[in-house]
């Protein structure tokens, strides 16, 4: 099978200066968020985050013949827009800045840093996707690090709403895992009903929906007039500058190296994100306890995305959003074994994730 980097330029350099910006542009934009959140309301960062990220993938796909045909192609499709709208951006943006105003921006990004997982379960659950004894210890060995250092690190890291008692660790880690969740169900609407448009070219009309969606809820249920202008100004760079990127950088990566690299990269996310916290003043430093159990959850993370594929597999289709997206300049000249790893994946925002990202 040909690469999936084939036919793409760049020298030898190109593919890590990719990679660690897109893991430096995640963590900051797990920080900012975590920030950010501490004196704005959730929701209203999640509806600046989404808009301004609208504005900047749609200005470039209107740059390309290619872009704006697919972005109408997209916008074809309202029930389906709506449906990745709500699960990818509304849904996930929702619970996972929720979440890290009461319990952190290190936790919540070990949280979704567990995307690869959640996506192999429901696969398994609702798709059929196929199992193996690796990815099911490697599932429990990440989940149990990531519950250890939920509890393991104290109010070190807690956000500015909690106290680091356990119920505010329960809620505020389930919004987290909630949003995760529809974060991984989103990849699968996705592969089903817009494998077949360039991610780029159907970002537009799902971020559109989903700045519709966060926007009229803020509105409503959001007291907006103690927001200063700094405050929106650093929304608009957490929207603009860290997570449109992500979206452009996380695509060309999967182009190039695969999703399964690519997947890996949010691995060290979660790191960074705990020493920035420590290095910023915002949280005490971190214990050896705490190190190693997000190391015990990278660990399992990569034992379910890691190895190969046996032939014919179905593959888990990996979120479009904080870390999936396209730039919408793949080679015309594309092999047919080639397309199939930018339609679908095994995820995660960073991800997240592909982002927080």
């Known amino acids: ?72 192609t997209a916008a074809a499709r309202p029930r389906a827009v709506l449906a990745l709208a709500f699960l990818g951006f509304f849904a996930y943006y929702s619970g996972t800045l929720l979440g890290t105003r009461y319990v952190g921006a290190s936790r919540v990004g070990l949280i979704v840093s567990l995307l690869p997982c959640v996506t192999f379960v429901i696969g398994i659950l609702a798709f059929r996707e196929p199992s193996s004894r690796r990815k099911v210890l490697g599932t429990v060995l990440a989940g149990a690090g990531a519950i250890g250092f939920l509890l393991a690190d104290g109010a070190a890291s807690a956000g500015s709403g909690s106290d680091g008692d356990a119920a505010t660790l329960l809620a505020g880690g389930s919004l987290a895992f909630g949003g995760t969740l529809t974060y991984a169900l989103y990849g699968y609407v996705y592969r089903q009903r817009m ?12 971020t559109g929906a989903g700045t519709l ?27 603009a500058v860290l997570t449109a990127p992500v979206f452009l950088i996380s695509h060309e990566l999967i182009l190039r190296k695969g999703p399964l690299f690519t997947s890996a990269l949010g691995l060290a996310v979660p790191f960074l994100v705990r020493l920035g916290e420590w290095g910023l003043g915002t949280a005490a430093a971190p214990g050896a306890l ?51 790893v930018h339609r679908a994946s095994a995820t995660a925002e960073a991800l997240p994730p592909r982002s927080p990202s």
């Open 1 to 72: 099978m040909t690469s999936a980097g084939a036919g793409r330029g760049g020298g030898r350099l190109v593919v890590p200066a990719l990679a660690a910006c897109m893991v430096l542009l995640l963590a900051a934009g797990w920080l900012l968020s975590g920030h950010l959140v501490a004196g704005v309301p959730p929701l209203a960062v999640a509806a600046g985050r989404t808009a301004t990220a609208f504005v900047v993938i749609m200005m470039i796909a209107l740059l390309t013949p290619r872009g704006r045909t697919g972005a109408r």
């Open 195 to 206: 494998s077949d448009v360039p991610a780029l070219a159907a970002l537009p009309a799902i």
């Open 213 to 239: 969606m966060l926007g009229v809820t803020a509105l409503l249920f959001v007291p907006l007039g103690g927001v200063s202008a700094a405050d929106w100004g650093g929304v608009a760079v957490l929207g």
């Open 290 to 340: 705490p190190i190693l159990l997000i190391a015990g959850s990278a660990a399992g993370v990569w034992l379910t995305v890691g190895g190969r594929r046996r032939a014919g597999a179905a593959v888990p289709a990996r979120p479009r959003t904080e870390s999936d997206s396209g730039t919408g300049t793949e080679s015309e000249t594309e092999s047919e074994n080639d397309r199939p």
